[in-house]
DNA sequence: CATGGCCGTGTAATCGATTACCTGTCCCCG
DNA sequence: CGGGGACAGGTAATCGATTACACGGCCATG
């Protein structure tokens, strides 16, 4: 593969010509046409490896997401990749599979490449890696996810309109025993949902028993359907369950079928996250929505400008209620009528 | 951030040194030891944009996919992904979005980031930067979708056993108007599953008319909905449909929905591709699923072969049919009976 | 006791770019 | 007509690693 010095060879000028030519500094007209010319012949591209070994740059971006295979962090990263991508940075995806070790694992390997920015979705809790980023003064911008401890500004939804309005729709249609799958107690996104859904529902004077908010620390279908299982056993089982996450809400769902019972006519189901595929479940699932790719971009300007030397600060962008069949009663929906 | 010089000065020997204890050469004990000291304490991690200069290697691969919202290409993602890691190999994966455009953008970043080797699950047609591809001596292995003039390995999963096993089905259930949802003609894959199913069904006496042959060049939701829309509304409509993509299906599904038809009283519907969301849908859907995370184990290998210089031979796997409810007749399921 | 081989380690070239610094030309103006 | 400034473009240092080659010390062997 050609390099620098066969094109200056060809034009018969210096490298540094060549260099000033292509990162358009001074040249004149006669002898930039003859470099370009050289360029052209000899298919020439500059090796970004040398490049940003000098210029201590990659323009490269590493995001580390909980799991690739739950579709809500899929669009996340897809959002992430696109708005970089079009920002002329390449991204590089590490998945962390909900394992801390793993994700420790990733961040590492992306420090080693020398990434200018990293957007991390946390998996769990404690993590000494990310405590090194910020000591190694790589540009840091939490996502989805805020970690105690961690001095960095964290892009995430504000669930607290959409909860509420959730409250208020579950009171409506008469639901007085709810229930919550959550994330093990410690995971801060996990709690704070918890915290302002439980007081949303204490405004309608629905209380929210300790027994009837159910965890696990598997955060797949798996484990939603353990979740669902010990509710659904309750000597007072719940009528209404909010999963705080769309895989576990789909583990749930299975439970319910596995029982011969039905959504709504049993049971109320909610997800947070709002996936394409819940409006095509039986039945169509009521969700919270959260701004999925207006987060993924917001993660990547706050990052760019830690990168430039600017202060970021944290996000907050509203999530919303999306009201479909599985509370027992949603908007006219062109589907069948059953 | 400490480099290798800084790492010499404090234990005392030269960078050679350094270099060699920690690619495992030659140094004695002593001096190993107080390297490894001096490493720890400065928390040294060496540079890979340097050592990638040097030895011409990054030690990462790309995965160039058309859609990454598409569930099957992100589980496969996520198989290439994994094994690529425990190989010791990073990735960077590029979304092509069904854009040739895009596909070859990406291709020519990763090219210029010197990647050791490329995957590629083709958008559309003619990319000639595929071709710069192989031009450029950089290993190169096709995934999922073949490219024609392109000498490279191909991965890719077999459907001739699943569709042979899905025409019986369909004829075992009585339905004698099949139709297919596919993508444009010209595209490999497609018109490889459309007469491998064609063939299939005329060991049944099945007939499948150019009529009951749909294609959209959208490949999402949005195009195979409008293709059910217009097999729908033939003078003589289809009883059974195959859509080659699983985003196609779902908007297939979505368009009987919109008629107030019913799937599978009105219309059977089958997907290639086999998504865990398909178990859920309404009702769940039978699929032709592909071994996706051993298509994307293959692939990795085939790629490492052909880094280290070993000729590959092209993969295939079969794909199995997966029988659910969408047909008329399904597996006794844990589900609701109605 | 001299010589040769081996082994551990240092010196310096190298990968391919960017860029500080210097040189040489040309032009303008006093 | 000479001096200085502007500007194009060349020379060489630099980024941080790997590695060919050289060197010196030690042991073994003739």
Redesign the interface.
Known sequence: ?ANIKDVAERAGVSVATVSRVLNGRSPVAETRERVLAAVHELGY??????R??RTAR?RTLGLVISD??N?FF??L??AV??EARRLGY????G?AGESPQQQDDYIR?L????IDGLMVSSAGTGSEMLGEVVA?DTPLVLLDRTVPGIAAPCVRAAGGAALTDLAAHLAALGRHRPAVIVAPAGTPIGDERLELFATALATHGIALPAERIGSSPDLG?GGGRRVMRELLDLPEPPDAVLATDNLMA?GA??EV??R???VPDDVALVAFDDV??FA????PLTAIAQPTRDLGRAAVHALLERIEGRPADSVLLPARLVVRRSCGEGPTH?????
């Open positions: 593969m591209r500059p090796n970004v490896v040398a940003s070994l990659t690739l295979r579709p899929t669009e990263a897809d990749e696109q390449s991204l590089i995806i998945n390997t420090l080693d490449r020398r190694s279908p789909l769902l299975d079928r596995a011969g019972l039905r394409p595929w095509h479940t039986d039945p062109p589907g069948p009528s059953h």
